[in-house]
């Protein structure tokens, strides 16, 4: 184990130890999760992290910028076919983990929008992506993949994404330490995985629902193909965000939802 991920591994806390693998350059943390699930059979819980990712993967088939210690680029390997219906709560689970992870830190939470962004001041901070892999009777592996921006100016992201993104050393005016912030994030996505498995997603939800930006707020989103606008009023059991609509109320599991200020409005 290399010296960052021994550092890691001091601020964690105890009998919360595992496997820790570090790089300081590789593609995707999530893809290198999954291929040392299949060559080496890791234990459930192993982290991979990087000092930088030269294909850093964001949702929707976005790249993640990764440059080099500028970012926390961190992926975690779970398992929970046996217990859990579904992996699609573990974006939820790991939001309010990287929220209070944050919070612990520099002492201000980001807040979380539905279903994987983390933002100071409606920029976006961070993002998860988890993403499984299935046999055809179940999902065999989880990877929850957790990108922070920590000291990032804004002239330092590509254009398209000054307008958009921020840090948390420019939000917070605090600079986390890489290592201690990894740690807090590693036992805050530990005790909420176990909670979400003895306990379903109830606990965790109101975690997530006290820290949300999206609850509350208008707006845009697409289900089916189509188009849809209303008030974002609640996360189901499922972890599926509700929306009340002028047609009645819908559940969106997947894609991208729009927080709409309320004068752009048009319901
Ligand atoms: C998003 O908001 O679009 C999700 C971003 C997730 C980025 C992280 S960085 C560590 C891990 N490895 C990847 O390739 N992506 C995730």
Known sequence: MTGFAEE?????????ESPIYWYASIGSTNDEAFRLEERERIPEGTAVIADAQTQ??????????????????????????????????????AGVAVATALERQVGRPPRLKWPNDLRYEG???GGILTEARANPDRV????????????QLPEHFPPDLRQTATSVA???????????LAAK????????????????????????????????????????GIALEGLAEDLAEDGSLVIQTPAG??????GEVTEVELTECSS
């Open 140 to 151: 065999t592996s989880v990877v929850v993949g957790i990108g922070i921006n920590l000291s």
């Open 249 to 254: 109320p819908a559940r969106i599991q997947s």
């Open 185 to 224: 994030v590693l036992d805050e996505l530990d005790a909420g995985y176990r909670l979400w498995l003895q306990r379903g997603l109830g606990p965790v939800a109101e975690a997530w629902r006290r820290m949300a930006s999206t609850l509350g707020r208008k707006v845009r989103a697409v289900k089916n």
């Open 56 to 93: 850093g993967k964001g949702r929707s088939g976005r790249n993640w910028f990764s440059a080099p210690g500028a970012g926390l680029y961190l992926s975690v390997l779970l398992r929970p076919a046996k217990r859990g219906p579904s992996p699609f709560p573990l974006t939820l689970v």
């Open 170 to 180: 420019v939000a917070t005016g605090r600079r986390p330490d890489r290592a201690e």
């Open 123 to 125: 920029l976006k901070v």
């Open 8 to 16: 890691v591994r001091r601020h964690r806390l105890q009998g919360r």
